[in-house]
C-alpha cells in the first residue's frame, strides 16, 4: 500500500514539473509575443489541467504580472482569456496575501473598461475582505474601497452586485463597519447614491443586507440615516419607487431586530394605513401586492394571531386580492394564504372568519379547475398547504376541519383532483399530486380516496405521469400513504400491498413485462 502511495505521489510531482516546464515556457513566449492570443489559450488549457494546490508550487507573482499586464487592451478575446487564467490562478494566493501583492492590480480592474475584469477585481475583494487579515489589508488601501464603493453605481447590474457583495462581507466587521461609515468613504456613497433612483436602490439593497447581519450593524446605518431616508421612500410620489422601497422594508423585517426596529419607527402602522387607503387609489396595483407581501413574511417569521389581530386590514385585502380579477393580485393573494394556512395557528385564524374564508375556498377551486395554469397550479400548491396537518398536529378539531375545508372545494374533492391531474399541464399533475399527498396521512383523506372508483389503480399506475418531478411526486404520495398507520386499514390489504411494492421498486421502476417490443407486424 505504502508503495502505490509513493508512486502515485512520484507521478503527481512528475506532472506538475510537466505542467510547471510547459506553463513556464508559455510564459515566456507570452511575453516576446506581439499578438499572444494563441499562446494564451494554450496557457488556459494548462491551467485548467492543474488542480488549484499544484498551480500554487507553479505560479508567482512575476507570472501573475504578465497575465495583468495582458488585460490593456482592446482585444476582447485576450482580455476573456486573461480574466478565465486569472479567475483560477489567483485562487491560489492567501487573502492578505491577495490584497497586499496584488492590490495595484487589483485597483487597475476596477477601473479597466470591460465589465468581465472589473467582475474579477472585485470578486478577489471580496475574497479578501471575506477574512480577517485580508479586511486589514485592505483597509490599508482606502482608494480601493472607494472604486469599490463606485462599481455599485456601474451600468452593468452584475458589477454592481459584486461590488455589494464585498462590501457587505467588508461591514462583517466593526473595523469593516468603521471604515464604511465613519470615514470620507460615507462621503463617497452618498455621492453614488445620486447618481440616479437605481442606483440609490443598490445602496439600500446594500444597507439592507449590512443592516440584518446584527443590532449593531442596523445601528450603524441607522445613525447615518440610511434607514430613515428608506423608510421616507415608502410614501414618495412616485409608485415605482414606492413598490421597491416595500420590498427593502420587507427584507430588513426577516430578521427580529429589523422586525423590532420597524415596530419602534411604527411602520407596521403606517404599511397597515397604506392598506387601508389603498383602496381608493387608482394605482394601487403596483404597489399593493408589495404591502401585501410585507405582512405575509411576517406571519413566516412572527404569530399569524397576532399580525392579523393587530393588522385586521391584511387578511381582509388578502381575501379581496383572492376574490378580484386583477391578474397582478390573486398570484400574491394565493401564495399568502398558503404561507398563513400551513400552520395550526394559521389555519385557526381563517377558521375564525366563517363564509368569508369559506368564498375564498370556492374561488380557489374554481381557479384551480378554470383559471390560468399559472394560476392553476398556483391555486393548488395553496391549497395543499392548506389542507396539510402533520400526524403530531392532527386533533379530531382540526381534522374535522381540514375535512370541511376540502368540502368546500368540491363535492367530490378527489374526483376534481385527479382530472386536474390528467390534463396534459405536467405543472398542474405534480400540483395536483401534492394536494392528495398533503391528505394521505389523514384517515378521513385516505376514505375519500378509497371511496373514489378507479383511485387506487390510478394510484399505481406507472404510465401516469412520466416525467422525473412527475414520478417523483407519485412517489412521495404513496409513501405518505405507506407511513400513515391508518392506510393498511382503510385500502385493504392487497390495495396496501400494492403502495407498498411501489414503494419499493422506487420512483423510477420500469415494467419490464410492459417494456418488450411485440415481434411481428410492419
Known sequence: MFGTRSLRGHVIRQHLSIMAAAIESLLTEISDSEDPVEELRSLRTAVLAVPVSGLREIFSAPHLGIIFSLLNTSNREQIEVCVEILGRVLQVLRPADLARDCKSELQSGLNHPDDSVKVLALAQIGRAVGHADGIAEVLRSPEILRDVIHCVGAER?????????????LSATKA????????????ELREVMAISDVVRYRVYELVVEISSV???????????????????ELTGDDILVRATAIEMVTNLAQCQHGRQYLAQQGIMDKISNMIIA?????LSSFYLPGLVKFFGNLVIVDSPQQVCESYPAFLST?????MSSDPTHIPVALDTLGVLGSTVEGKQVLHKTGEKFQSVLK???????????????????????LLSLPVEQQTEDLLLLVESWCLCLSSQPMEM???ISTQPFPELYCSALRVFTALASQRWGQQQMVATPGFVEWLVDRSVGTGKEAKECKFDLVGALVSSASTQEVFGGPSYLKLKTYQKEGPYYVNAVASVTTEGGD
Open 157 to 169: 447590474i452584475g458589477v454592481a452586485k459584486e461590488a455589494i457583495a464585498a462590501l457587505s462581507k
Open 176 to 187: 469593516g463597519l468603521d471604515a464604511l461609515f465613519l470615514s470620507s468613504l460615507l462621503k
Open 214 to 232: 446584527s443590532p449593531v450593524s442596523l445601528g450603524y446605518c441607522a445613525n447615518c440615516n440610511f434607514i430613515s431616508q428608506l423608510l421616507e
Open 278 to 282: 389603498a383602496e381608493s387609489d387608482p
Open 318 to 322: 388578502v381575501f379581496a386580492m383572492a
Open 363 to 385: 374561488r380557489m377551486s374554481q381557479l384551480a379547475r378554470d383559471g390560468a395554469t399559472e394560476l392553476r397550479a398556483r391555486s393548488l400548491e395553496a391549497i395543499a398547504k
Open 417 to 419: 383532483l385527479r382530472n
